[in-house]
């Protein structure tokens, strides 16, 4: 298990028995060198927020959509549970690697979920990663309906296309 920065990641000497869990800012793609076990590809902002924040908001008659300023939501965190738990299906990835642009903050978050998660190494004492998608991660928020889903084009209809060999997502 391995976080770091998209600008490591991109120097990285790619490995077939490894997975890369990508992760950039909405509507950029890190150019990966080719050879990698598997790429997932997932887009969001280093952004955080918490329920206080939207009860304060609402307060106040405002609507709170995450996702509609790029902040992780449900739908990255949909799309990050697929992508660990396609890792975690995949026989032949014995390494994780996850990057972002600065490989602190949502990287860290997703390499302490997977750490927890499977009871690997991970420095607990790191306290800078990006606590809004660990929070997430662990607690996923209500997704819509799958109906909804496969009409919006989303991480089903993504997860779908990935088990019939068709994604698009992956390197």
């Not at 903050?105 to 606590?131: E, K, W």
């Amino acid at each position: 298990m391995t976080y770091l920065s998209e600008a490591a990641c991109i120097e990285a000497r790619p490995r077939m028995d490894a997975a890369v869990i990508s992760i950039t800012e909405p509507g950029r793609k890190a150019p990966l060198n080719e050879g990698w076990g598997a790429v997932y590809r997932i887009q969001f902002s280093d952004a955080e927020w918490d329920d206080g924040m939207v009860e304060r908001l609402q307060a106040r008659g405002m609507r709170f959509d995450p996702e509609s300023k790029g902040f992780p939501g449900p739908s990255s965190t949909a799309e990050l549970l697929v992508a660990i738990h396609d890792i975690e299906l995949r026989g032949a990835v014995s390494h994780v690697v996850v990057h972002c642009h600065a490989g602190r903050r949502r990287s860290a978050a997703v390499a302490r979920f997977i750490a927890q998660r499977h009871g690997l190494p991970f420095d607990m004492s790191y306290d800078g990663y990006n606590r809004t998608v660990f929070r997430l991660l662990n607690n996923p928020p209500q997704r819509a309906t799958v109906a909804e889903d496969r009409a919006a084009g989303s991480w089903l209809t993504r997860w779908w296309n990935a088990i019939q060999g068709t994604d698009t997502h992956r390197a």
